[in-house]
């Protein structure tokens, strides 16, 4: 199997990399090689290449910075999925392409007001220009009659890159008190984890021997998350807690203080309830969905693991 991979510089696209099949043929361009804002040489690459599979983890992410960027960021998030969609369906190639949970207005709630989890067939309605470009980056995708997976994820960290955890981790190291969002609602995805659990599905897809029938019968957009639900404050707790267990802080850990998103305004606006419903992957595809806080501990560990081998 031939596979395009794109962003291996980030979170997913890194930890991609290791799981995928040892059998496959990976292809897998820096931004230096392959700006996928540069459509031409987006098409190139596809048609040179050949992909029967292309895995798209790329994205433009600078959520606030998109509100001021949003040519730039329909580029990445837009027109680059649809022109890969539209290459891979000339060439009967499958897609596997990530979303997010800001594809959704982030207010689902029971008549009680308790925070209800998304599932894959609820209206959309982003908040902010990242969320209205990734919508169109699937919405593309499925117009494009390719066979593909839309895989929707929140809540991203690992130990590599930038993200939310290593940001706790570092700001616990440098400071006594941390005041972070307590009223906006998730679970937190490991990106080790998301793509442990992209490739089992690929193995499933590998060991197939129509594959067509297989998109057929597979392809569509789905939830990828880990099970439970926390808030940004009680995440960062939890970081750090069990990173001080870890003796990774080296001083004593910060006092969180939770507080509302109103006291931390950003470029903008987030979702108050992030939470998607998974029982749509685990069926389909007998994947086990493991709590957060476990995905947590091991990140942790492996960070533990390296230092003492480095
Ligand atoms: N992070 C989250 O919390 C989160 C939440 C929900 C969904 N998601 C989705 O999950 C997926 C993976 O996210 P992530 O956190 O792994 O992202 P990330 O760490 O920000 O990585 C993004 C990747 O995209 C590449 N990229 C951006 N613009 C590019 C361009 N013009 N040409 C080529 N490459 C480009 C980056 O390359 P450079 O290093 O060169 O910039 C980087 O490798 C994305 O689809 C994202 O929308 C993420």
Redo the contacts with the bound molecule.
């Keep these: 199997m031939r596979i395009l991979l794109?962003?291996?510089?980030?979170?997913?696209?890194?930890?991609l990399l290791p799981h995928l099949p040892a059998t496959a043929i990976v292809h897998a361009?820096?931004?230096?090689e392959?700006?996928?804002?540069?459509a031409a040489q987006l098409r190139l690459c596809i048609t040179d290449f050949k992909p029967d599979l292309i895995i798209?983890?790329?994205?433009?992410?600078?959520?606030d910075l998109a509100e001021s960027e949003a040519a730039?960021a329909h580029?990445?998030?837009a027109i680059?999925p649809a022109i890969m969609a539209e290459e891979a369906h000339k060439l009967g190639a499958g897609i596997i392409?990530?979303?997010?949970?800001?594809v959704y207005a982030g207010d689902k709630a029971d008549a009680e007001a308790n925070w209800q989890a998304y599932v894959e067939t609820d209206v959309t309605a982003p908040l902010n220009v990242?969320g209205k470009t990734?919508l169109a980056?699937e919405q593309a995708i499925i117009a494009s009659g390719c066979q593909h997976l839309i895989?929707?994820?929140?809540?991203?960290?690992?130990n590599?890159?930038?993200?939310?955890f290593l940001t706790m981790l570092k700001l616990a190291r440098e400071r006594d008190q941390l005041r972070v969002v307590n009223d906006q609602w998730g679970t937190p995805?490991s990106?080790d984890w998301?793509a442990g659990a992209t490739c089992e599905i690929l193995v499933q897809l590998q060991q197939t021997q129509d594959q067509s029938s297989w998109w057929q019968e597979f392809g569509g957009v789905y939830h990828l998350s880990a099970a439970g639900k926390t808030n940004w404050s009680a995440f960062a707790s939890r970081i750090i807690a069990l990173a001080d267990e870890e003796g990774l802080l080296g001083k004593p850990a910060p006092a969180i203080t939770g507080i509302p998103g109103s006291e931390y305004p950003t470029a903008a606006a987030r979702p108050h309830n992030s939470l998607m419903n998974t029982r749509k992957i685990s069926d389909k595809f007998k994947l086990a969905i493991p709590d957060w806080e476990d995905c947590l501990r091991t990140c942790l560990h492996s960070m533990v693991t390296q230092h003492y081998k480095a």
């Excluded at 361009?29 to 230096?32: E, F, N």
């Excluded at 895989?151 to 690992?158: I, Q």
């Design positions: 794109t962003g291996t510089s980030g979170q997913l696209g890194h930890a361009p820096q931004r230096a392959l700006d996928l804002s540069n798209n983890p790329a994205a433009y992410t600078a959520v730039q580029a990445i998030n680059a392409h990530y979303s997010t949970d800001y990242y990734k980056g895989l929707r994820t929140s809540w991203v960290y690992s590599f890159g930038k993200n939310f995805n990106a998301l």
